[in-house]
């Protein structure tokens, strides 16, 4: 019902900035929460930074002052501008939306960051 497609990933030079972008289709509540996850392998995904239909925020700590999240509630879209990226931001990034209690994900894509 609820599919989730990212798109903006891709390799870039540390000191340098990225956006990704989330398209959200289907069943969507009005009053939902969507954002962004990250995942390296051996370790578990963690939040990055997610933000409420009503415009409520939250950064994990190694971002927050980098990161900025956004959304086009009209359009289903979330937004993550990753600015003054390090190497240890390379990971693969998901996108999420939690729609009346249920947790969505996208496939995910590859962020790479070079020293």
């Known amino acids: 019902q609820v599919q989730l497609v990212e798109s903006g990933g891709g390799l870039v030079q540390a000191g340098e900035s990225m956006r990704l972008s989330c398209a959200a289709s289907?069943?969507?509540?009005?009053?939902?929460?969507m954002g962004w996850y990250r995942q390296v392998p051996g370790k578990q995904r963690e939040l990055v930074a997610v933000m409420s239909s009503g415009g409520s925020t939250n950064y994990a700590d190694s971002v927050k002052g980098r990161f900025i999240i956004s959304r086009d509630n009209a359009k289903n879209m979330v937004y993550l501008q990753m600015n003054s990226l390090e190497p240890d931001d390379t990971a693969v990034y998901y996108c999420?939306?939690?729609?009346?209690?249920?947790?969505?994900w996208g496939q995910g894509t590859q962020v790479t960051v070079s020293s």
């Open positions: 999420s939306l939690n729609n009346r209690g249920v947790q969505h």
């Open positions: 289907g069943s969507i509540f009005s009053i939902n929460i």
